[in-house]
């Protein structure tokens, strides 16, 4: 692993952590174990400063004869340079031994330690690796605002949204007054979120920069508990609905003392990921505690007025949050599926299909002409894309068979996958003049519908 901020090769390894030999940068560890198995462990590293330690007492390199011609002593000076060069282990004890006045002779091997340590935080209990003083970390992004800003000017310090919700709160009284909703009522937000994450990992699962999706759902005061478990009603039907059935989400009442300070009440949702068991959501009672701090900060009251009780209030609020990144890969990992197939002589074939809810499928049908050459089952094809295009996402596609070509779309989740051919035409049979073969994903299964009745039949499925 290079260093992320100077580049350099030259990163020890510590634990779960990495120090820079070249900049000090240190650096979390994220890469897996089968990535690192070869690289060199401390004990190793002791052993080859040994050697490197014999090497320096050895004697120098004998001096070339003056009567040598040049060309040889460019040749043996390059070889040295060379292997000089591709030693890191050189590089790490250089480093280690830089602004001292020391040598490699002057340094003790220790080797591993193998005696049981207790009361002490000073290793890792998982690997028995030193640890290092403990550090404040950067949770969130950092910049200048103002294309001139000076770095140092703390007025030109922004610092990138780590949730959408604040934004939420700060237009919150622009749409009470504009919209004259009444409690309770809800603003919903979708936006990028940035953290900086200390282990981002697991494709778009944990990222620094992601997808979040919230509601501040404003309440009475005396109405908060409850609502909280109707929202988490209304997220478990929506889980069912894009796809991941809320018998595979593990519902987790958050226990006093893990919530955050001003929430009353939370749900985290769960979901087994390959990886385990992880959070898509979170469904928290955060009481009035934001409001209140945005009126204190801002000096602007933020009160409701209850027209009908005359009061006057800040409303509490019910925040479903969740990742629009983590909920797609966990439709992924729904939809996804290997199926066993064996044709009609016996042979075996696995068929990778995407079973998205037809409302998720990126693309909802897939037009093909049977024959590229027939002009006008190309043509019909051509009309049905055009007429479907408006309504929904369609892919035209006439290259190859056309098993072939279900089978792609089975790999991109598409529901249905509709065929102009010569029965469209009337040729073999005139019944079906006018109809087109439908191939559903899931089952396989194929069916005739008529080209005029399309649109209605899919947008009746597709919703
Ligand atoms: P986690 O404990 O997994 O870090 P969190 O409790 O910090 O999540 P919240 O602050 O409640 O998360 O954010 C709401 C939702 O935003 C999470 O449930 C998750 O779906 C999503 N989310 C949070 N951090 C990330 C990230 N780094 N990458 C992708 N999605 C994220």
Request: include cysteine.
């Amino acid at each position: 692993m290079k260093c992320t901020k100077c580049g350099s090769d030259a990163v020890m390894k510590d634990g779960d952590w990495l120090t820079c030999l070249n900049c000090g940068n240190v650096m979390f560890d994220t890469r897996r174990p089968e990535e690192t198995a070869a690289e060199i462990s401390p004990t190793k590293l002791l052993e080859q400063m040994e050697a490197a330690a014999a090497q320096e007492e050895a004697p120098p390199l004998r001096r070339t004869r003056p009567e040598k011609k040049r060309k040889s002593r460019r040749k043996a000076k390059d070889a040295a340079d060379k292997a000089e060069e591709k030693n890191p282990v050189k590089d790490i004890v250089d480093f280690m031994l830089a602004g001292k006045d020391a040598s490699y002779k002057d340094m003790e091997l220790k080797g591993e330690c193998m005696e049981t340590v207790t009361d002490s935080t000073m290793y890792n209990p998982a690997n028995g690796s030193l640890l290092t003083e403990a550090r404040e970390f950067n949770l969130m992004f950092k910049t200048t605002i103002g294309a001139t800003s000076d770095e140092n000017d703390p007025n030109a310090t922004g610092w990138l949204r780590p949730e959408t919700a604040q934004s939420i709160f700060c237009q919150y009284k622009n749409i009470l007054d504009s919209s004259r909703v009444k409690l309770p009522f809800g603003i919903a937000q979708i936006g990028k979120s940035f953290r900086n994450e200390i282990n981002p990992r697991n494709f778009t699962f944990r990222s620094r920069e992601f997808e979040q999706m919230e509601i501040e759902y404003f309440c009475r005061p005396e109405d908060g508990l409850r609502l909280v478990d109707e929202w988490l009603e209304h997220r478990l039907c929506f889980y069912d609905e894009v796809g991941v059935p809320r018998e595979h989400i593990h519902i987790l009442d958050v226990p006093d003392g893990e919530r955050a300070f001003y929430s009353k009440k939370t749900y985290d949702l769960e979901y087994e990921f390959p990886f385990g068991i992880q959070e898509l959501e979170g469904i928290a009672y955060r009481t009035d505690y934001d409001l209140s701090c945005h009126q204190k900060g801002s000096g602007r009251p933020l009160e409701y007025f209850d027209e009908e009780t005359r009061e006057k209030f800040i409303p509490h609020v019910v925040e479903p949050s969740a990742g629009c990144d983590r909920t797609i890969l966990a439709i992924i990992c729904e939809a996804y599926d290997e199926e066993e197939l064996v044709d009609d002589k016996g042979k075996k074939d696995v068929r990778t299909v995407l079973r998205f809810v037809p409302r998720m499928a990126p693309i909802k049908a897939a037009i093909f002409p049977l024959l590229k050459k027939n002009g006008e089952q190309v043509r019909i094809a051509r009309e049905i894309e055009k007429t479907l295009q408006p309504w929904m996402s369609v892919f035209y596609d006439e290259t190859g068979a056309v098993g072939r070509r279900y089978r792609r779309q089975d790999e991109v989740g598409t529901p249905f996958c509709i065929t102009v051919d010569f029965e469209t035409l009337g040729e073999n049979d005139a019944s079906l003049k006018g109809t087109v073969t439908i191939r559903h994903r899931d089952s396989m299964k194929q069916e005739r519908v008529a080209i005029e009745d399309l649109l209605h039949w899919l947008i009746a499925r597709i919703r």
